[in-house]
């Protein structure tokens, strides 16, 4: 048996709903993408939604929508991919990350309350694995520091506050204490990889709460010039007759979603409900496959919250990095995919170059040292799924 880690799950609507967009002879930005950033929005409860080529392009734009840049410091966990942290480098911003608390994946808040300060002009939480994190200790947090807050441009007064920009890239789906990911931070960065709950084979979403004050169709017109080149026009406005002059306001980036792409996602979005709901029916195969052995697996369901059941993460109890790599390597030899998140990134090139050491993140590599994840996706058999428990299960004793 062979057991892919993320395969995606494409079937013929996906595949019908491209082949309409090619015959449609509109194959980039246009009227599917537009289409699909409406049914993003009314799913997220957010008035608006822009779809961009990748997660990392979304959260990217929304720290330039900010006004964030160069002087400014932007917080974020150390235990997480390169994407959430890089986009802060990308604007000029100094990258602070901070550990996340003992036997947690989430920030330690307290440690982050303490790294606020006066340049400090928004906070970045990763919902990792799709579990929505505590959003109402950070805005607390963000609240109680308003006296330190120093605004340097219109949307940031308008906030009055540091800026809450969550990494939703796992949480597509996700609900917690009756608030859908999306319309809980101030902006939410979500990805359509193609390994993810929802794919578009590349792409994101970025959506946002109202700001008072601040007009929802001026944050989309700002995404979609820094999106595309700075241009007034895209390409589709620019085929209404006589409608070819168009100008370029700065010079920007090019980072927007075609109709292709977008067709992939209206037709998973019809399904999405479905989809999770067979992630939850796996994730309960595997907490009761691994009930009586000693490890820790993500608690994703409980009375107040339901996450998007991304990634299975296992802890092995006692076990270090060495021992799980072992276990890695035998699962594969008997068919079955694993992967580990995250590495953190303070034991990675770049963030080491920029002065980090994961010495001063011990909890961080505590939670890394005995981690992996198991293959959780919808092409999964229930017969698959056992056999997953079954290998894991017999590997594990042998350690």
């Known amino acids: 048996m062979h057991i892919a880690f993320s395969p995606p799950d494409i079937g013929e609507e996906e595949i019908a709903e491209v082949v309409d967009t090619l015959k449609s002879g509109w194959i980039t930005t246009g009227p599917k993408t537009k289409q699909f950033e409406k049914e993003i929005a009314a799913y997220c409860h957010t008035s608006k939604a822009a779809c961009l080529n990748s997660a990392t392009a979304c959260a990217e734009m929304a720290l330039r929508v900010l006004g964030i840049g160069p002087g400014d410091e932007v917080i974020t966990t150390a235990y997480t991919y390169t994407a959430s942290a890089s986009v802060v480098c990308h604007v000029g911003a100094k990258l602070v990350l901070i550990d ?3 036997n947690s994946y989430e920030m330690d808040y307290d440690k982050l309350e303490k790294a606020i300060n006066e340049k400090t002009k928004a906070i970045i939480p990763v919902d990792l694995g799709g579990i929505i994190c505590d959003y109402s200790r950070i805005f ?7 006296d330190l807050f120093r605004a340097n441009s219109t949307i940031q007064k308008k906030i009055g506050r540091i800026a809450v920009v969550a990494d939703g890239a796992h949480a597509f789906g996700a609900v917690r204490e ?3 990911c999306g319309e809980i931070a101030d902006f939410t960065s979500f990805s359509f990889h193609a390994v993810k709950n929802l ?4 792409g994101g979403a970025l959506v946002w709460k109202d700001i008072e004050g601040v007009d929802n169709e001026e944050i989309y017109r700002q995404i979609m010039l820094l999106s595309l080149h700075g241009q007034s026009k895209d390409a589709l406005a620019k085929t209404q007759l006589g409608a070819w002059e168009y100008d370029v306001i700065a010079p920007y980036y090019k980072c927007n979603m075609t109709d292709i792409m977008a067709s992939i996602g209206i037709a998973q979005l019809k399904r999405y409900p479905s989809l999770l709901a067979r992630r939850r029916e796996i994730i309960g195969k595997y907490d009761q496959g691994l009930s009586d052995l000693d490890v820790k697996v993500m608690d994703h369901y409980g009375d107040d919250h339901a996450s998007s059941g991304h990634l299975y993460l296992v802890r092995l109890n006692g076990k270090n990095r060495e021992q799980c790599n072992r276990v890695i390597t035998k699962m594969a030899a008997e068919g079955v995919a694993t992967n580990v998140h995250y590495k953190p990134l303070p034991m990675m090139t770049a963030y080491k170059d920029l002065g980090f050491d994961i010495k001063d993140y ?5 939670m890394y040292e005995n981690e ?17 428990i079954d290998v894991f299960r017999k590997v594990v004793s042998e350690e």
Do not use: C, M, S
Request: no cysteine.
């Open 199 to 202: 794919t578009t084979a590349e």
């Open 362 to 366: 011990p909890n961080a590599y505590a």
């Open 372 to 388: 992996i994840t198991l293959p959780l996706h919808t092409k999964l058999t229930d017969e698959e799924v056992q056999y997953v």
């Open 140 to 146: 607390e947090i963000v609240e109680r520091k308003k």
């Open 178 to 180: 009756g608030k859908r």
């Open 100 to 102: 996340v608390k003992q």
